[in-house]
């Protein structure tokens, strides 16, 4: 991956405001761009009044969307509560959530929900990925550093538990100051889960027994 890029530019910035489930609630101001490089709709979150002439350094998560744990709460991932905490965490001290369209690993949701099936018969969820003919993780987040790019930014802190995210951003140019995981939310459905992204692709999940 080259760390140059063609540039995006942005397009829209409207205020939206969010209520989750639990009742939390916080404003957001979304962010839509042109220009990006797969052409994907994907839009920037700005929480907590960031600061982007500073130059300071701000908390951003990449969020990859995942309709079955973001917006049914599925239980088989942990993608819905890590979607909740980071709106939270970021909002708290002014920060970006790049929610990136790259549902299932970037395989999409069909195939997604073909790879579940498979796991139901014994596979992890790499493994599934690939006996399905994709790589195990098929994220490319040039378009991350794009957005970015756009809004000014190019030195953050970022909210995650996946090594393969901190070593992509920095190859395309962004400063990773620090890492910050994220809290570990597990339960009995997510739980083997959890075990292969810590153990396969080492993320930063501290599983108890």
């Given at each position: 991956m080259s760390s140059t890029f063609v540039g995006?530019?942005?397009?829209?910035?409207?205020?939206?405001?969010?209520?989750?489930?639990?009742?939390?609630?916080?404003?957001?101001?979304?962010?839509?761009?042109?220009?990006?490089?797969?052409?994907?709709?994907?839009?920037?979150?700005?929480?907590?009044e960031p600061?982007?002439?500073?130059?300071?350094?701000?908390?951003?998560?990449?969020?990859?969307?995942?309709?079955?744990?973001?917006?049914?709460?599925?239980?088989?991932?942990?993608?819905?509560?890590?979607?909740?905490?980071?709106?939270e965490r970021i909002?708290?001290?002014?920060?970006?959530?790049?929610?990136?369209?790259?549902?299932?690993?970037d395989i999409g949701l069909y195939n997604k929900l073909d790879a579940y099936a498979l796991q139901d018969s014994g596979?992890?969820?790499?493994?599934a990925n690939t006996e399905l003919g994709f790589d195990e993780d098929a994220r490319d987040y040039t378009a991350a550093a794009q957005m970015l790019d756009a809004l000014g930014v190019g030195r953050i802190d970022l909210l995650t538990n996946n090594p393969d995210k901190v070593r992509q951003l920095t190859a395309l140019g962004v400063t990773v100051r620090e890492t910050l995981p994220t809290g570990v939310h597990a339960n009995p459905a997510n739980l083997r889960y959890l075990r292969a992204k810590a153990d396969h692709t080492g993320h930063t999940i501290r599983l108890v027994g």
């Open positions: 995006a530019s942005v397009r829209t910035r409207v205020r939206i405001p969010l209520t989750f489930a639990d009742g939390y609630a916080t404003t957001a101001q979304a962010v839509t761009f042109d220009g990006l490089s797969d052409g994907r709709e994907h839009l920037a979150l700005l929480l907590g600061d982007l002439d500073s130059g300071a350094t701000l908390l951003v998560r990449l969020h990859s969307e995942c309709l079955t744990g973001d917006v049914f709460g599925s239980d088989r991932c942990d993608c819905g509560p890590q979607l909740r905490e980071a709106v909002a708290d001290t002014g920060g970006i959530l790049l929610y990136l369209r790259q549902e299932g690993r596979l992890d969820t790499y493994q």
